[in-house]
């Protein structure tokens, strides 16, 4: 296991990963891909420092939207970024399934299948495994009720699994891992922390109430060992100690790792 984070692509980023051995970075798209032209820059940082991509994303579209041109033109757009990822040595790309639109969960699943049929095809080639993100931004896959259908009907789906966003649910996120575990391509360590019984704000990892340790014993259980990047999110944790948090985190996490291969 390797322990990375989200960059927001600058040589200053990079740089720090350098600094502080840190092997891995992802990067997640939203709105637009204006980002991809960063990435002939962003190519000579990965040979300046050293440093590699575990992921890219895009996060928040509606592959199964009504209108069929809307659908056609997020899923060009997410082949696109599979091409990144072959072109800049990312094995995994990162998505939702889209929006539920007030459908059943079987009609959106349905759906679905077909986006991601087509999507992990093109993959395929590109030697690019495609993963389905755990939170609910533009995603009604979200949770095992719709894991249940896509990954039984597509067995080479996998997921990305973050725990705050269980734990913020409601649900058992060990558990999850547990059952899902060996679907896991990738990992987000996102802090989670409740007080008085709402959400505060999401610390690094170890300053929360997820238990880490426990995590790292059932992702060890399914013999994961892909990379594990930090998300810092929220409040002072992205800006002014932004870096902070990364250091506090990945400490952390590395107690739980022998050795970061």
């Not at 993963?131 to 039984?152: K, T, V």
């Not at 597509?154 to 060990?174: T, V």
């Not at 109430?209 to 992205?238: C, F, K, T």
Request: include cysteine.
């Amino acid at each position: 296991m390797r322990i990375g984070f989200i960059t927001d692509l600058s040589e200053a980023d990079f740089r720090f990963c350098a600094e502080n051995r840190i092997p891995c970075v992802e990067y997640n798209f939203s709105k637009d891909l204006d980002a991809i032209g960063q990435f002939d820059a962003v190519k000579r940082y990965m040979k300046k420092y050293g440093v590699d991509f575990s992921t890219i994303g895009m996060f928040g579209r509606n592959y199964i939207s009504s209108d069929p041109k809307e659908a056609a033109r997020n899923l060009q757009d997410a082949k696109a970024l599979v091409d990144l990822c072959q072109d800049i040595g990312a094995p995994c790309f990162v998505t939702g399934a889209g929006h539920p639109e007030n459908r059943t969960l079987e009609e959106n699943a349905r759906r679905a299948i077909e986006f991601f049929g087509v999507l992990m095809d093109f993959a395929k080639d590109r030697n690019v495994k495609v993963a389905l993100y755990n939170c609910h931004w533009g995603n009604f896959a979200f949770g095992p009720d719709s894991w249940r259908i896509l990954l039984r009907e597509l067995p080479d789906l996998g997921l990305k699994y973050d725990p705050s966003h269980p734990f913020y649910d409601g649900r058992d996120y060990l558990q999850e891992i547990v059952d899902w575990g060996n679907r896991i391509y990738h990992m987000h360590a996102k802090g989670a922390l409740k007080i008085g019984g709402k959400r505060f704000e999401d610390p690094p990892a170890g300053m929360d109430q997820i238990d880490w340790g426990s995590i790292m014993a059932v992702l060890y259980h399914h013999g994961y060992d892909r990379d594990i990047n930090i998300e810092p999110h929220s409040g002072v944790w992205l800006a002014e100690r932004r870096y902070d948090g990364i250091l506090i985190a990945r400490r952390h996490l590395l107690q739980f790792i022998a050795s970061e291969i």
